[in-house]
């Protein structure tokens, strides 16, 4: 029975010992979490791409977890199944800083790549500080996230078709037309 309880102990340490905080990435949760995402005059959908940057406090900010999308459901301008992200170098229980980034699918395959760019469609949220999850205690809410909008982009400003500028070029004509009589 002693070496029972003992195997148990040391598995136990062991176990806590290789534990990371713990986040649930989800931008919208009961009363505690509410940041909507905005782009080009609605909410965000399935053709943007959210994604967690994290640290310990004092540390840079990096990536964290996977780009996940935005629902095109009625949960529109919200992210909720991006699932429980690990924070490397924070213990369970302590404390992080997060903020959420945003860019458009169409401008690459991360934030980095989008921004770069610098046409737009890309954006980010305030810094937060919460205390983690991991360990024995559930992935902490991102309590206190706040919503943003992207800056306009791609495809906000789509390009115009070629019956729309044969109208116009038309349309320029006739008034050109009139006034030359």
Same mark, same amino acid.
């Given at each position: 029975?002693?070496?029972?309880?003992?195997?148990?102990?040391?598995?136990?340490?062991?176990?806590s010992?290789?534990?990371?905080?713990?986040?649930? &990435?989800?931008?919208?949760?009961?009363?505690?979490?509410?940041?909507?995402?905005t782009?080009?005059?609605?909410?965000?959908?399935?053709?943007?791409?959210?994604?967690?940057?994290?640290?310990?406090?004092?540390?840079?900010?990096?990536? !964290?977890?996977?780009?996940?999308? &935005?629902?095109?459901?009625?949960g529109?301008?919200f992210?909720?199944?991006?699932g429980?992200?690990?924070?490397?170098? !924070?213990?369970?229980?302590?404390?992080?800083?997060?903020?959420? !980034?945003?860019?458009?699918?169409?401008?690459?395959?991360?934030?980095?790549?989008?921004?770069?760019?610098? !046409?737009?469609?890309?954006g980010?949220?305030?810094?937060?500080?919460?205390?983690?999850?991991?360990?024995?205690?559930?992935?902490?809410?991102?309590?206190?996230?706040?919503? &943003?909008?992207?800056?306009?982009?791609p495809?906000? &400003?789509?390009?115009?078709?070629s019956?729309?500028?044969?109208?116009?070029?038309?349309?320029?004509l006739l008034?050109?037309?009139?006034?030359?009589?």
């Open positions: 029975m002693k070496r029972i309880a003992l195997t148990l102990a040391a598995l136990i340490v062991a176990t010992a290789q534990a990371q905080g713990v986040v649930n &990435f989800s931008t919208r949760s009961g009363v505690s979490v509410n940041a909507p995402v782009y080009c005059g609605g909410l965000a959908d399935g053709s943007i791409l959210g994604q967690l940057y994290a640290s310990a406090p004092n540390e840079p900010l990096a990536p !964290v977890g996977v780009p996940t999308p &935005f629902r095109s459901d009625a529109k301008g992210i909720t199944a991006g429980n992200v690990v924070i490397p170098g !924070v213990l369970p229980g302590g404390t992080a800083q997060i903020k959420m !980034v945003a860019w458009a699918s169409a401008l690459g395959a991360t934030y980095a790549a989008a921004v770069s760019k610098g !046409v737009g469609g890309a980010e949220s305030g810094v937060i500080t919460i205390l983690t999850g991991g360990g024995i205690l559930p992935p902490a809410p991102l309590a206190g996230l706040q919503g &943003f909008d992207l800056a306009a982009g495809p906000c &400003f789509p390009e115009p078709s019956l729309a500028l044969g109208l116009v070029g038309g349309g320029l008034i050109r037309r009139k006034r030359g009589s």
